[in-house]
């Protein structure tokens, strides 16, 4: 563990130390959206899609931990491959990579119970590792990926520059990891979640006509699918992590693009015979 996490802590600055937002120019890839400690939900990505290397590249959109039992084992693969393949696999970062909110919903407990001697250091270098995510990523100038949303004055030549170390309440940074579409127009306050805010359709055409995009890919919502457009399909929302709140409640999903972008969905819903699948890669 410390192994790995702090190979990652080195080379996080080396690799991140392009702006806030990042930007690709890619042929396909593979779009995942939060995972929240389902390891079995990442291997079964993997078995249908590939693992990441240069011509199978991904993007994970934050909300790696919490709440599930295998936040740090998901870590570890993802820093890994990211080790691996600097240029082909890309974290975004999720509310949930906040060592406040770890507090709260499960992941600081996690990784104190597994690793009792190392632990206060390995969420202590995670932390720094966190804050060196970016908060966006951009596909061939045209497809936004971003965690939880904007707001009517998002402007991502702002967020390109913004000290992403330092999550202020009332930044651009709160909007992007905590926002959630709504059908009104408007933009009003995200009281349910105490950060970010609720921003309609005309939000999401300005913003998205402003910077000369088609799309905007956002995770952040468990949806019973896995996926769900809004806002006369600008808006799409992807969530990888099935069962979430019960066996059977929701499917998991994860998004395939070519150079057309229309988006390709594949779902999944982990079980008993889906282990058998992924038992190899384990």
Same mark, same amino acid.
């Given at each position: 563990?410390?192994?790995?996490?702090?190979?990652?802590?080195d080379e996080?600055?080396?690799?991140?130390?392009?702006l806030?937002?990042y930007?690709?120019f890619?042929?396909?890839?593979?779009?995942?959206?939060?995972?929240?400690?389902?390891?079995e939900?990442?291997?079964?990505?993997?078995?249908?899609?590939?693992f990441?290397?240069a011509?199978?590249?991904?993007?994970f959109?934050g909300?790696?931990?919490?709440?599930?039992?295998?936040?740090i084992?998901?870590?570890?693969?993802?820093?890994?491959?990211?080790l691996?393949?600097?240029?082909?696999v890309?974290?975004?970062?999720?509310?949930?990579?906040? !060592?406040?909110?770890n507090?709260?919903y499960?992941?600081t407990?996690?990784?104190?119970?597994?690793?009792?001697v190392?632990?206060?250091m390995?969420?202590?270098?995670l932390q720094?590792?966190?804050s060196?995510?970016?908060?966006?990523?951009?596909?061939d100038?045209?497809?936004?990926?971003l !965690?939880?949303?904007i707001s009517d004055?998002?402007?991502?030549n702002?967020?390109?520059?913004?000290?992403?170390?330092?999550?202020?309440?009332d930044?651009?940074?709160?909007?992007?990891?905590?926002s959630?579409p709504m059908?009104?127009?408007?933009?009003?306050p995200?009281?349910v979640?105490?950060?970010?805010?609720?921003?309609?359709?005309?939000?999401?055409?300005?913003?998205?006509d402003?910077h000369?995009?088609?799309?905007?890919?956002?995770?952040h919502e468990?949806?019973?699918?896995?996926?769900?457009?809004c806002?006369?399909?600008?808006v799409?929302?992807?969530?990888s992590a099935?069962?979430?709140?019960?066996?059977?409640?929701?499917?998991?999903a994860?998004?395939?693009?070519?150079?057309?972008?229309i988006?390709?969905?594949?779902?999944?819903?982990?079980?008993r015979?889906?282990?058998e699948?992924?038992?190899r890669?384990?």
């Amino acid at each position: 563990v410390s192994s790995v996490c702090g190979a990652a802590g080195d080379e996080t600055p080396l690799h991140l130390e392009h702006l806030s937002v990042y930007r690709v120019f890619w042929t396909t890839g593979s779009y995942q959206g939060d995972l929240h400690g389902h390891l079995e939900d990442l291997l079964l990505i993997f078995y249908k899609n590939g693992f990441p290397s240069a011509e199978t590249p991904y993007v994970f959109n934050g909300d790696f931990v919490d709440r599930g039992k295998e936040s740090i084992e998901i870590l570890l693969v993802l820093f890994a491959f990211l080790l691996l393949y600097p240029h082909d696999v890309h974290l975004n970062r999720g509310n949930h990579e906040d !060592h406040i909110v770890n507090l709260r919903y499960g992941f600081t407990k996690e990784v104190l119970g597994k690793y009792q001697v190392h632990g206060k250091m390995i969420l202590k270098l995670l932390q720094k590792i966190f804050s060196w995510l970016p908060l966006a990523t951009v596909i061939d100038q045209k497809v936004l990926i971003l !965690h939880g949303g904007i707001s009517d004055k998002t402007d991502l030549n702002v967020i390109a520059k913004l000290d992403r170390h330092r999550v202020r309440p009332d930044s651009m940074c709160l909007d992007v990891l905590w926002s959630d579409p709504m059908s009104q127009n408007g933009c009003v306050p995200n009281e349910v979640r105490g950060g970010g805010c609720y921003w309609g359709p005309d939000v999401t055409h300005k913003v998205l006509d402003t910077h000369k995009l088609q799309l905007l890919i956002r995770s952040h919502e468990c949806k019973q699918e896995g996926y769900e457009f809004c806002h006369n399909g600008r808006v799409l929302t992807i969530f990888s992590a099935s069962n979430y709140y019960d066996v059977g409640s929701n499917r998991g999903a994860y998004i395939r693009l070519g150079p057309d972008l229309i988006p390709h969905f594949k779902q999944f819903q982990s079980s008993r015979s889906t282990r058998e699948l992924t038992l190899r890669q384990r």
